[in-house]
């Protein structure tokens, strides 16, 4: 007998955690603790299967909100998948992720990410893999700045969080991608470690702190930049930061980062020789494609009113949008866009089918990136989705 469902008592959490620490290289208290001291988790989201009364599969739901521009989306993050090697080939795991699906559609979520290795295995279920740059540099080609010693820098102590976390804000106003940060999510992030606490530094001018940076190293000799921030104007900080660590690190042979478009840092490693390579790790799947169009109408909105006319589009219009056979029409008018449910009968100007990879790509990358940008009509899809800077700081993996 079979039983696929959802966590019902802290006892079976506890169980949980056992089959992770037996299956995974972590030890029990890597995701115990994450989940302990996230103010997100209840027991809803740990699901789990269950064969002749032995839990035998189990898989995590790691909710969170995301900056889409001035707009923000509801997202499930999937971790923790496993199966205990006797009950394998039986589909556990899937099923698992199948119902998965089925709640967070029901609860309202927009997207789901995970992070994976074995990209097929998620595919034959619904999710899809974009490739994001990362930039890898030398770690001995990171000279130190001439302004490095304008600042201060130290590592993070509790008192420095709510500046932190003000310009974790400022960095990030407008992006695509990152986290919507909590206090209570900082601080249980701190409890179940994100990064060492000595990986965690600050640049202070003046007495003020003005940038962050969060880091990890790993076996193959990898510095990875897992977070940072910094002030208008104090892009040399981050600099200062991050060069402060790759000297401090001298078993790392290489400073590897994904950072948004026009990031300091982006700059800094690439005049230090850095190469560009793409990551294909983050899988994505829509889960409610109407409804995210209805939360993102007020960002749309601002950009068809920041386009001008650039494209050369005609307003008012009506276009309907196809996704895995979920409709929406999107009326668009003089800075404004209102998204709504298509029922009996529609009427519009143009229509656009897309896969559901093909509207991942528009949501998470821009219409630059999308392949058929040049279809008719595409004038209107190119000025609702222009290209924005897009990251997932790896300091929030799970």
């Known amino acids: ?100 699906s089925a709640y967070m559609k029901a609860q309202g979520y927009d997207l789901s990410l995970l992070m994976t290795g074995i990209n097929p295995f998620y595919e034959k279920i619904g999710w899809h893999t974009l490739s994001h740059p990362t930039i890898t540099a030398a770690r001995t080609a990171l000279k130190r700045t001439e302004i ?77 930049v897992a977070d940072c921030g910094y002030r208008t104007g104090e892009e040399q900080a981050a600099e200062a930061l991050l060069s402060d660590a790759a000297a401090k690190e001298q078993a790392a042979e290489t400073v590897r980062a994904a950072l948004p478009a026009g990031s300091a840092l982006y700059d800094y490693l690439q005049r230090s020789g850095a190469g560009i390579g793409a990551s294909t790790g983050h899988m994505w799947k829509s889960i409610n494609f109407p409804g ?28 309907l949008f196809t996704v895995g056979g979920e409709q929406a029409l999107v009326r668009v008018g003089e800075g404004t866009v209102e998204a709504l449910t298509v029922t009996d009968s529609v009427t519009y100007q143009t229509e656009f089918v897309f896969r559901d990879d093909e509207w991942l790509t528009l949501l998470l990358k821009g219409a630059d990136a999308w392949e058929n940008r040049k279809a008719k009509g595409g004038e209107y899809v190119r000025a609702l989705f222009p290209e924005r800077p897009f990251v997932f700081w790896s300091v929030d993996n799970f």
Request: with cysteine.
């Open 1 to 100: 007998m079979i039983e696929v469902r959802q966590a019902k008592n802290r006892d079976e959490f506890e169980q949980a955690c056992d089959l992770w620490a037996d299956v995974f290289p972590e030890d029990r208290a890597f995701f115990r603790d994450r989940l302990v001291y996230d103010a997100a988790y209840s027991l809803d989201t740990t699901w789990l299967a269950w064969v002749d009364g032995t839990m035998a599969a189990a898989a995590q739901i790691f909710p969170f909100w995301m900056k889409w521009g001035t707009a923000e989306l509801r997202v499930g993050g999937i971790g923790n998948v496993a199966t205990r090697p006797e009950f394998r080939k039986r589909g556990l795991a899937q099923s698992i992720l199948r119902l998965q």
């Open 148 to 224: 490095a010693g304008a600042y201060r820098i130290r590592a993070f102590e509790a008192g420095d969080l709510d500046q932190v976390m003000e310009i974790y804000e400022e960095t990030n106003a407008g992006t695509i991608g990152p986290m919507v940060r909590t206090k209570a999510y900082w601080l249980g992030q701190t409890e179940w470690k994100a990064v060492r606490p000595d990986h965690f530094l600050v640049a202070e001018n003046n007495g003020n702190i003005v940038a962050y940076l969060r880091y990890k190293t790993t076996k193959d000799s990898v510095l990875h």
């Open 292 to 319: 995210t169009l209805a939360k993102i109408s007020s960002e749309l909105a601002l950009r068809i009113g920041q386009n001008g006319g650039k494209e050369g589009i005609q307003l008012p219009v009506s276009l």
